[in-house]
């Protein structure tokens, strides 16, 4: 019941912020989709794991660097993610990878912004990304929750930024065919994630 409870809370949080960078109404629908695209929210309500592991995961990374380093990477994540049951889904990292492209858009979007508002989150993800690696040593996706937020609004905004640019005449067409390859990327990866929650019961 923790779990459901800080799922609902951090998807809170990532409207509020969104409702703060932007006006667009079509953007909370784009953005309540995309959360339900995404392995750490349905982790979180379907896998419901405990906020407290018996034992701290320090062997969520199969790798020579730090915790720290691997749990903040591309690869934790957008691929490889968590392999205790309950808390990952296989083969899906935290996010999954066609968000990649969105969450960079997003990120220059509110860097290149002249908007207070758009360097607040900037400033979040920053804090937030110090947390996590502060925080490392408790474990994958315990850690990687301190995160979530700022990343699902710089996704959000990138998708919506994606959108306005397709839709717009003056944007070169290599460009759109970008944007609707990385959208049926999307499109692909969420049925993927759900047919292997519903026929591989991940969290059974």
Same mark, same amino acid.
């Given at each position: 019941? $923790?779990?459901?409870? +800080?799922? #609902? @809370?951090?998807?809170?949080?990532?409207? =509020?912020?969104?409702? %703060?960078?932007? /006006?667009?109404?079509?953007?909370?629908?784009?953005?309540?989709?995309?959360?339900? $695209?995404?392995?750490? +929210?349905? #982790? @979180?309500?379907?896998?419901?794991?405990? =906020?407290?592991?018996? %034992?701290?995961? /320090?062997?969520?990374?199969?790798?020579?660097?730090?915790?720290?380093?691997?749990?903040?990477?591309?690869?934790?994540?957008?691929?490889?993610?968590?392999?205790?049951? =309950?808390?990952?889904?296989?083969?899906?990292?935290?996010?999954?990878?066609?968000?990649?492209?969105?969450?960079?858009?997003?990120?220059?979007?509110?860097?290149?912004?002249?908007?207070?508002?758009?360097?607040?989150?900037?400033?979040?993800?920053?804090?937030?990304?110090?947390?996590?690696?502060?925080?490392?040593?408790?474990?994958?996706?315990?850690?990687?929750?301190?995160?979530?937020?700022?990343?699902?609004?710089?996704?959000?905004?990138?998708?919506?930024?994606?959108?306005?640019?397709?839709?717009?005449?003056?944007?070169?067409?290599?460009?759109?065919?970008?944007?609707?390859?990385?959208?049926?990327?999307?499109?692909?990866?969420?049925?993927?994630?759900?047919?292997?929650?519903?026929?591989?019961?991940?969290?059974?």
């Amino acid at each position: 019941m $923790a779990s459901i409870i +800080l799922a #609902i @809370l951090l998807a809170s949080l990532s409207f =509020l912020l969104v409702s %703060t960078v932007a /006006k667009p109404k079509f953007i909370y629908l784009l953005h309540f989709l995309l959360l339900l $695209a995404t392995p750490w +929210l349905i #982790i @979180l309500i379907l896998g419901k794991p405990s =906020l407290r592991p018996p %034992t701290p995961n /320090k062997a969520v990374c199969n790798q020579t660097s730090s915790n720290a380093s691997c749990l903040t990477s591309v690869e934790f994540l957008f691929f490889q993610g968590e392999s205790r049951k =309950l808390y990952g889904i296989k083969d899906h990292g935290v996010f999954l990878p066609s968000f990649i492209p969105a969450f960079f858009i997003g990120l220059w979007t509110i860097i290149t912004s002249k908007n207070n508002r758009h360097i607040f989150i900037a400033l979040i993800m920053i804090i937030c990304l110090g947390l996590t690696a502060l925080m490392s040593k408790d474990g994958g996706l315990l850690s990687v929750l301190w995160s979530v937020v700022p990343i699902s609004v710089l996704a959000t905004l990138g998708f919506h930024k994606m959108l306005s640019l397709f839709l717009s005449k003056r944007v070169a067409f290599v460009f759109k065919v970008f944007v609707l390859m990385n959208f049926g990327l999307l499109v692909y990866e969420t049925a993927r994630l759900y047919q292997i929650i519903i026929f591989h019961k991940p969290f059974a």
